[in-house]
């Protein structure tokens, strides 16, 4: 990967986990002394554990151009990979739906199972809430590995995709109201800031359905605080934000600024951009063009550089 080397291997939960500590302006320590934590949580659909190589590589490049002083292991990155704790499920069902009737239309019914399915097998009910357990737990697990890796108290930002924000959403909402938070989730978090969500700085939707996911609660809702309060005590010079991706061609992806006045103050921006490429540019296929839509990256990489910069010299 250009601009962003270091060795790479296979986490717990098979996603990949970039390491980048190569540079000779590393202190002896093996951690460079400015570290922005960034976290990709991809969305629906049956994902692949390298989901983020590609995204990574376009925000790395994008990050050293725009901020040429920073060291390898100014961006530390850590691939949420949480699509396995569903696919089990989901192939079951697709054995049992097929084992007595020849079904038609069997690539729209992997559709409706795997993208339909995520969403229904997540959503969170007053008597089962084992999947959204088991989700958040990957969660969990991965922004250990985070606070490992970048700090501590490293600035957090989210990357989300689709469900994906949905998930990152509801996570970090939870973790300021400990009563929501599962077992799952506490016996993998350690008393790190960047863990208990406090160093949360900049949230990035990506074609994300929040507003619809809103429905489930009275006039939309209140949306998550990016930052939260407790940034300031950790970082006093950070500005955080939240903004918000989406292609108006992106049947799945919405606005968020509009649902209500709560969400018009936690959303910094809603950021209508064109996704999807050569073939998916002007039509619903847009929706998974987001990691190489160039403004989408370009914003996002801009966003990291000054927040790296701000952090000053003596982390």
Known sequence: MDHVRGDEHRTPDGARSLSTDGDRRVPVDGAPRRRV????????????SDFADDMMDAIGRAFYRLAPAAPDGALVFEPVHWAPVLEGAQE?????????????????????????????????TSHDRHVY???????ARSLHRLAGRAGADAPLCVIAHSLGSVIAS??????GKPELVGSEVQSHMQDAPLE??????????????????????QEFGCPLQVPPAELARHHPGLEGSWLNFFDRDDVLAYPLRPLNDAYARAVTE?????AG??????????????????????RMAATLAETWRRLGPHR
């Open 270 to 274: 809603d950021v209508p951009v064109n």
């Open 133 to 139: 357990d088991a989700i958040h737990g990957v969660v």
């Open 196 to 217: 208990r969500g406090e160093t949360l700085t900049h949230f990035f939707t990506l074609g994300s359905p929040l507003a619809v996911w809103a429905l489930h609660h």
């Open 277 to 298: 490429g050569i073939i998916g540019r002007e039509t619903p296929l847009s929706h998974n063009g987001y990691e190489t839509a160039s403004k989408v990256i370009e």
């Open 92 to 124: 079951e069902l697709t054995r049992r739906v097929r084992s007595e009737h020849d079904l038609d239309w069997g690539w729209l019914r992997h559709l409706m199972i795997s993208f339909v399915g995520d969403g229904i097998a997540y959503g969170l």
């Open 170 to 175: 509801n996570y970090l909402y939870d973790l």
């Open 37 to 48: 934590a960034v976290a990709i949580i991809h969305g629906v659909g049956w994902q692949e």
